[in-house]
């Protein structure tokens, strides 16, 4: 039997180190390692120290190809300034099954707005998070610390200093975002929503009259079905 070791191509070290890593991992640290092990172990893996960031680029590219091809449900997706080796969209439901995420990973309509508000606005006082939303976001904005979708980035210079808050490199993962740059601007989101114009706001006689109206023929209604049950009987 040989003694001679096979060593792996670039592509297959990428890959396993994106599988090994537990956040996305750019060129740079890529390369950083490949350096770090020819140091170590010397010998043959030197050789790999000496791949550039544009050579491990490529390589990525083409084990991304080589994944989509084979239809093994795994990809490579530039997320938060990184790659990460990731199931495919389409195998979702059966992942989350497996994991059980959909009750633990899902974010409350609260949760997301006040998110939403601090993703477009930071850096942004809790003070303006809750004059926008109308509502204390303390509880809120606790747990989206906790979950690492929020921190602390600094203090403003008004009265008393309060935090200002932002968003972490775990949102980009979360949303699978390269950077903030690809959030939908405000013209994004108005072609995604339909916007209807509103009503004429009615003055407060004609609301009133109209609540009484309303009022008055649920009361007809129920006493129309109230009658016709009788004359079942």
């Not at 994106?18 to 020819?38: H, N, Q």
């Not at 959909?102 to 309509?109: F, M, P």
């Not at 935090?163 to 775990?170: A, D, I, K, Y």
Request: aromatic share 6%; net charge negative; glycine share 6%.
């Amino acid at each position: 039997m040989s003694n001679i070791e096979v060593l792996p191509e670039l592509k297959q070290i990428i890959g396993a180190l994106l599988f090994a890593a537990k956040k996305p991992l750019t060129s740079r640290e890529i390369r950083k390692a490949l350096v770090d092990a020819g140091a170590s172990y010397g010998g043959p893996y030197q050789q790999f120290a000496e791949f550039k960031e544009d050579d491990i680029l490529a390589a990525i590219e083409e084990l991304k190809n080589e994944l989509v091809q084979s239809s093994t449900g795994l990809c490579i997706a530039e997320v938060a300034h990184g790659f990460r080796l990731q199931n495919e969209i389409n195998c979702g439901p059966w992942v989350r099954t497996l994991l059980d995420k959909d009750q633990t990973a899902r974010l409350s309509k609260p949760a997301l707005e006040t998110l939403a508000i601090i993703a477009y606005r930071q850096p942004i006082l809790r003070s303006e998070i809750e004059s926008v939303r109308g509502v204390a976001v303390d509880q809120v904005l606790r747990n989206l610390v906790e979950m690492q979708l929020v921190r602390v980035t600094g203090r403003s210079e008004l009265p008393g200093r309060p935090w200002l808050f932002g968003t972490t490199q775990r949102f980009l993962e979360h949303f699978g975002l390269r950077s903030l740059e690809e959030m939908p601007g405000m013209e994004e989101l108005k072609r995604m929503v339909p916007v209807e114009k509103p009503e004429r706001t009615k003055p407060f006689p004609a609301m009133e009259k109209e609540l009484e109206q309303q009022t008055q023929q649920a009361v007809t209604e129920e006493e129309d079905e109230s009658g016709e049950a009788e004359e079942a009987d």
